[in-house]
């Protein structure tokens, strides 16, 4: 893959990670990195193994998620192009990946090994300055998850979860906004079962909030999928 393709330029939008350098200090950045590629549902990195690479998803889609002791598969945040993936890579100290990381879409992430990236960050302070900024992110976005889970009802957390993904992972279409979405992964993050997920979305399409095709939900209006919710 041609090393020019990656400059200041073309960086993806909401890349937190560069927020705030030169142009000439992301070129160099940039630079430093390794391009990789990864299909559709391979694993990005593995949670409990050493915290050795930062990844910044360039193009494509992610999904951060978590194994229980039992093997239970728990589905997390979603990891659009711009976001980084495995920060504890800029820890000085050894530390583990918390969660593991894998391709929705087939994806391509730049790398930068542990050594690399720590350097870059004594270089230009305003890296580890963006870390702490998407550490403080995660964290809210963990406090936000806790809350729903012990305070909404099973409705509301759906409705919930179909407005994040609306606004990081959808795309204008006629009609609303498209979600590339499954009733089952929908039922993960809402912390419901497949089943109460499938019949609250069925009512909602009876009402004309969504409208539902096969692996694809189409958010029609967001005031009236919550009104339907409350």
């Not at 391979?42 to 050795?52: D, F, M, R, T, W």
């Not at 889609?61 to 598969?73: I, L, M, P, S, V």
């Not at 305070?151 to 006629?174: F, N, P, W, Y």
Request: charged residues 25%; neutral net charge.
């Amino acid at each position: 893959m041609p090393a020019l393709r990656f400059r200041a330029v073309d960086v993806p939008p909401k890349t937190e990670l560069l927020w705030g350098l030169e142009q000439h200090e992301i070129d160099s950045i940039l630079a430093a990195a390794r391009p990789r590629r990864f299909s559709a549902k391979s694993v990005i990195k593995y949670q409990g193994e050493p915290a050795e690479q930062l990844f910044l998803l360039w193009e494509g889609r992610a999904r951060d998620f978590f194994e229980t002791h039992n093997g239970k598969k728990l589905n997390l945040e979603w990891i659009t192009p711009g976001e980084v993936l495995g920060g504890a890579a800029l820890v000085f100290r050894p530390s583990t990946y918390l969660v593991s990381s894998e391709a929705v879409l087939d994806s391509t992430v730049l790398v930068w090994d542990g050594p690399t990236i720590r350097s870059l960050a004594r270089r230009y302070h305003q890296v580890f300055e963006n870390v702490l900024f998407l550490a403080l992110e995660g964290f809210s976005w963990y406090v936000a998850a806790h809350a729903a889970l012990t305070s909404q009802t099973a409705r509301e957390r759906l409705a919930h979860i179909l407005s994040v993904c609306a606004s990081s992972i959808g795309h204008k279409v006629d009609g609303g906004i498209e979600l590339d979405v499954t009733n089952e992964e929908l039922a993960e993050a809402a912390n419901i079962t497949p089943y109460t997920a499938s019949r609250v979305i069925n009512e909602w399409k009876k009402t004309g909030a969504i409208r539902k095709e096969r692996g694809k939900i189409v958010l029609r209006s967001g005031k009236g999928l919550f009104l339907c919710a409350a």
